[in-house]
């Protein structure tokens, strides 16, 4: 039986706290690292994508102006709203859609490729007595809104405030390994640090969202500059 994610810190987040998480997220990879890591994975330009788990609008307002068409689906109306605000204070161009990972509403081959950035993981705390089988229906619907020749891409965390990379838990450990494993992705290793003005102001802003023990560590290290790791997966279909 799945767990109800109803109570899940970072689903509350989602729905209540939208402003703040895109703040904090807009201070994230301060080097520029992930566009390059996308660019190498697969040719974007004038590419039809579909972004999962869109959030805030992260991945579309990383890829406004390179592909030819961006939408960014997510179920957490917060999330979306905060995305159209961001696009249209930006003049910017991606389409929103409310929908569920697991039920895309688009036809097969509709895109050219399928991106999900910090999205899917959540399912191995939201289902964990089955989020291998959930995991696999998710990509499965990536793959089948995905035209031949096209490329799926997933982006998962590393690591905030760790030395080196790795999966933080056990679970993301398994379905990192899932990708690699039963669905053949290939995966790059980013480092896509946060950088504020100061470390009162890392604590405060990344804290909310990755608990006390990180800001802590934040206010001992001095850290302006909050390291960060980031996986790229990518496949062809």
Not at 113 to 130: E, K, N, R, Y
């Amino acid at each position: 039986m799945s767990q109800d994610p109803e109570s899940d810190h970072f689903l509350k987040i989602y729905r209540t706290q939208a402003a703040a998480y895109h703040h904090m997220i807009a201070a994230e990879d301060v080097d520029g690292n992930l566009l390059p890591a996308l660019q190498t994975a697969v040719s974007l330009g004038g590419k039809r994508v579909l972004d999962l788990g869109s959030g805030t609008g992260r991945i579309p307002i990383l890829l406004d102006g390179i592909a030819g068409q961006v939408i960014g689906l997510d179920l957490q109306l917060a999330m979306l709203a905060e995305s159209r605000h961001l696009r249209d204070s930006k003049r910017r161009h991606w389409e929103l859609v409310c929908a569920n990972m697991p039920n895309l509403p688009f036809a097969r081959a509709a895109f050219e490729v399928a991106v999900s950035g910090w999205a899917i993981g959540h399912t191995c705390s939201w289902s964990p007595q089955d989020w291998p089988a959930r995991v696999d229906g998710i990509l499965a619907e990536m793959s089948r809104v995905t035209s031949p020749g096209g490329a799926l891409i997933v982006i998962e965390t590393l690591g905030t405030g760790v030395d080196y990379p790795h999966a933080p838990t056990q679970a993301l450990s398994r379905y990192y390994q899932q990708l690699e494993t039963r669905w053949g992705f290939q995966r790059q290793v980013v480092q896509t640090d946060y950088q504020f003005d100061s470390p009162a102001t890392a604590a405060a802003s990344t804290a909310f969202f990755f608990g006390p023990a990180l800001g802590k560590k934040i206010r001992a290290n001095s850290w302006a500059r909050v390291p960060e790791w980031t996986g790229v997966w990518h496949r062809q279909v």
